[in-house]
């Protein structure tokens, strides 16, 4: 059975949203978005889809989960040898967009990224499970290998390295902050008149606009 695409449609309802009744930062309000995709989507609420660019500028998107949220900015952790943390480290810009279906909210951010500290992100690598701590010694992140079978066998390897012992975080692993520059909060509204409130970082603070649909 094949579906038209085009005919796929949904007419939004969400809440109102406008830059009089928006708070001058805009960190509270994606704190708040934030908590209530948590509470109201079915699974990763904080997933987002991470964009860099390489050195040609050709851009490259994937999925990775947010895992810290301070007055700094927004927190991802990921193998530093990947191929995004090749682009990060030759283009430490990137974009970050948040889409939440249930709360008809999107939220788009831009920003400078840099490595967070050891210190924190051995904090994070000692939180984590495990299997998962394994994982990030396993996992040669974006290389080529063989087939299935190599990944498992290099798995049980590590299991023996450290058993009866702690994981120690390998030092290609390890955090991004992304510093926000731009933040646009988007509400679906009906008939596709959604909400748009856009703010940008300048050196005397934020600045918030509405912008068009």
Do not use: C
Request: charged fraction near 25%; hydrophobic fraction near 35%.
């Amino acid at each position: 059975m094949t579906h038209d695409i085009a005919d796929v449609r949904r007419n939004y309802s969400g809440s109102s949203l406008d830059t009089a009744t928006t708070p001058d930062n805009p960190m509270p309000l994606f704190q708040e978005w934030l908590e209530t995709a948590l509470e109201q989507e079915t699974d990763d609420a904080n997933a987002m889809t991470l964009a860099t660019v390489d050195g040609q500028g050709v851009p490259h998107a994937r999925i990775v989960l947010l895992k810290g949220i301070d007055e700094r900015g927004f927190v991802f952790y990921t193998n530093y040898q990947s191929h995004k943390g090749s682009e990060l480290a030759n283009v430490p810009q990137a974009a970050i967009v948040f889409w939440w279906p249930k709360s008809q909210r999107q939220v788009r951010i831009e920003g400078h990224v840099q490595q967070v500290d050891a210190e924190e992100s051995n904090r994070y690598f000692e939180s984590r499970p495990r299997n998962s701590q394994l994982g990030a010694w396993t996992a040669l992140q974006s290389v080529e290998i063989p087939d299935r079978e190599w990944l498992e066998e290099r798995s049980k390897r590590f299991e023996k390295v450290y058993e009866g012992q702690p994981v120690t975080r390998p030092r290609h692993w390890g955090g991004y902050l992304i510093t926000p520059e731009m933040i646009e909060f988007w509400q679906g509204q009906p008939d596709r008149l959604h909400d748009r409130v856009r703010y940008h970082l300048y050196d005397q603070g934020w600045f918030k606009v509405r912008l068009a649909p």
